[in-house]
Every structure is written in structure tokens, then in C-alpha cells.
T-cell receptor
Framework: GAGVSQSPSNKVTEKGKDVELRCDPISGHTALYWYRQSLGQGLEFLIYFQGNSAPDKSGLPSDRFSAERTGGSVSTLTIQRTQQEDSAVYLC????????????FGSGTRLTVV | AQSVTQLGSHVSVSEGALVLLRCNYSSSVPPYLFWYVQYPNQGLQLLLKYTSAATLVKGINGFEAEFKKSETSFHLTKPSAHMSDAAEYFCAVSPNTGANSKLTFGKGITLSVRP
């Protein structure tokens, strides 16, 4: 598609439930990133996929968080046993291989854990 | 390792006044630098980027930024603020190598524009 697409745009879940957030990057972009945006905290890096290389998972806050990217395209971020502190906006971005191109961001998924 | 510092969390200017949003970076290798804007309930949009070419970079919506290595700064400016410029602005840095293009973002600055 023309831009980065994220779904759902909003998700309300009960504490303890698992959630899946989806990201569909721009066609041809080999790099895909997940960030978390919490109020007053800026953007927190979560995970980064680049082509067929092993993902950079250094930003995942706990083992409840995982992500995969199938076929070098769509990515799913999974949060297991959600906690209230997981409430945030989850942003996905994609880019061409080199960092100089910058990112194109999706509109994000607003996750609320109640 | 790299980082960016955006001092303050909120800037307020009058419509027509100069906009100046400050960003200082720390990087162990020559960096690429970016400014992004986020309007309410939207994702981030690239305003401009510095990638080792001209030190004065012009972006969209009349914004520009100047890379100053001696000051490790990349401040964002606009000569005359419009009401539509009210948004959150993020500075970001990445190393200028293709091996790891991960961006590190500052905490962001909220710009308010008074009529």
C-alpha cells in the first residue's frame, strides 16, 4: 500500500489477556520497527527487523513481548498476559535498508489495559 | 551509543513569531539526524533530515534545521509560526552506517501557537 498500515487502531483489553497488534509496511521496505509511546516518555524502541537478518530485540521490556515478521512483510507484535503498564500507543515504522532514508510511521495502535 | 536531548517539554509562541526547538545529540560516530512532527492522534511524519550533505537542511511546511558539529546541535526553526504548526516535535539520531539504522528519539517537545 501507499503507507504503513496498523490494526487495530484502538484496542481495549482486560488485564491478563493476550493481544496481537498488526503492521503492514510499505511494499519494498526491508526494515520494520516497533516503538512504544507512553505519555511523557517519548518513543521507546522495542524491536527491529532488517531483511533476513536476526531481529534486534534489545528493546523488548519483558519476555511477555514478542514479534514476528512473516515473509519479509507483515509483522505482528504480541503481548502476553497484559498488564496495566502496557497501556500505550504502539507505533510501527518501515524504511528502506539504509538509515538515511528515515522512517515512515503508521498511525499506531492505542492499547488500553483495564 | 547515541542519544538526543530536547530541553523542556513545552514551547509556546505567538502566531507569526519565530519558532525555535532545540536538539542536542551525542554520538560516537558521525550521525544522521531527523526531525519528526506528530499531530494529535496521528503517527509521526518526517519534517527533515541531515545525512552528511548540506548542513542547512530545509524541510516541509517552512521548517529548517542547521547541523552544527561544534555545538553538537540540530535545532529546528521556522521564521513565522502558524496555528497549524501546533503539534509535538521529535528529534532523532542514527549512526550513518547501514548496519544498524535504528533511530533513537528524544522525549519530544509540544509546540503551542497562540493567536
Amino acid at each position: 500500500g501507499a503507507g504503513v498500515s496498523q490494526s487495530p487502531s484502538n484496542k481495549v483489553t482486560e488485564k491478563g489477556k493476550d493481544v496481537e497488534l498488526r503492521c503492514d509496511p510499505i511494499s519494498g521496505h526491508t526494515a520494520l520497527y516497533w516503538y512504544r509511546q507512553s505519555l511523557g516518555q517519548g518513543l521507546e524502541f522495542l524491536i527491529y527487523f532488517q531483511g533476513n537478518s536476526a531481529p534486534d530485540k534489545s528493546g523488548l521490556p519483558s519476555d511477555r513481548f514478542s514479534a514476528e515478521r512473516t515473509g519479509g512483510s507483515v509483522s505482528t507484535l504480541t503481548i502476553q498476559r497484559t498488564q496495566q503498564e502496557d497501556s500505550a500507543v504502539y507505533l510501527c515504522a518501515s524504511s528502506l535498508a539504509l538509515g538515511a532514508y528515515g522512517y515512515t510511521f503508521g498511525s499506531g495502535t492505542r492499547l488500553t489495559v483495564v | 551509543a547515541q542519544s538526543v536531548t530536547q530541553l523542556g517539554s513545552h514551547v509556546s509562541v505567538s502566531e507569526g513569531a519565530l519558532v525555535l526547538l532545540r536538539c542536542n545529540y551525542s554520538s560516537s560516530v558521525p550521525p544522521y539526524l531527523f526531525w519528526y512532527v506528530q499531530y494529535p492522534n496521528q503517527g509521526l511524519q518526517l519534517l527533515l533530515k541531515y545525512t552528511s550533505a548540506a548542513t542547512l537542511v530545509k524541510g516541509i511546511n517552512g521548517f529548517e534545521a542547521e547541523f552544527k558539529k561544534s555545538e553538537t546541535s540540530f535545532h529546528l526553526t521556522k521564521p513565522s509560526a502558524h496555528m497549524s504548526d501546533a503539534a509535538e516535535y521529535f528529534c532523532a539520531v542514527s549512526p550513518n552506517t547501514g548496519a544498524n539504522s535504528k533511530l533513537t528519539f528524544g522525549k519530544g517537545i509540544t509546540l503551542s501557537v497562540r493567536p
